[in-house]
């Protein structure tokens, strides 16, 4: 069986191209980290050119990197049951959907600052440095790209949800069924 990885690639737009692959079954602070370690060894590595110290010369976070979803491919299709992959669905909506409710979360602390950047009044001096601080624009990135990501999947998880709704029910019906007729004997 093929050990889990992740690749994930950077918001540097300098490093375009880039792909970093870790072991990992999901995306949490600690594959990103071993991700950042990785590429703090390419940039050191003097044999590895594909990244230099100068690479990342505004510095380089875990907030940076964006997980890459592997491609599709039609064998998993065809080796899976429906239902397996339909409970699969639903787990990543549920990754996804927590990720969105985080970014959400963080997002909304930012919106009195968001409403007085329309306003014609002057900004406050705390104002003009939480609007040019690097975490201001990240947040609102990591939000969007949280809600898009969720939004693209969604048509896919409902679909899923087609195929998990009526086993669920039926299976529940077969437990209600045979708990009467316990209870009768």
Do not use: C
């Not at 050990?3 to 870790?22: D, M, P, Q, S, W």
């Not at 940076?64 to 409970?87: C, H, K, R």
């Not at 990135?141 to 409902?158: M, S």
């Amino acid at each position: 069986m093929a050990k889990a990885t992740l690749r994930y690639t950077t918001r540097h737009l300098n490093e375009l191209g880039l792909f970093i692959e870790v072991p990992g079954r999901a995306d949490n602070d600690r594959t990103r980290q071993k991700a950042i370690e990785e590429i703090q060894r390419r940039m050191d590595d003097p044999d590895d050119n594909s990244l230099n110290p100068d690479s990342f010369a505004d510095g380089l976070s875990i907030e940076d990197l964006i997980v890459v979803e592997p491609p599709v491919t039609d064998n998993t299709d065809e080796d899976e049951p429906e239902i397996i992959q339909a409970v699969k669905a639903i787990a990543n909506l549920a990754s996804l959907r927590v990720g969105l409710e985080e970014a959400h979360q963080q997002a909304l602390e930012l919106r009195p600052l968001i409403e007085a950047l329309f306003s014609p009044a002057p900004l406050t001096p705390a104002q003009m440095q939480q609007a040019t601080d690097k975490n201001f624009a990240k947040t609102l990135i990591k939000f969007a790209e949280a809600r898009a990501a969720r939004d693209k999947f969604l048509p896919l998880a409902e679909t899923a949800w087609q195929v998990l709704e009526p086993a669920l029910e039926s299976i529940a019906a077969n437990s209600e069924d045979g708990k009467s007729s316990l209870q009768k004997s």
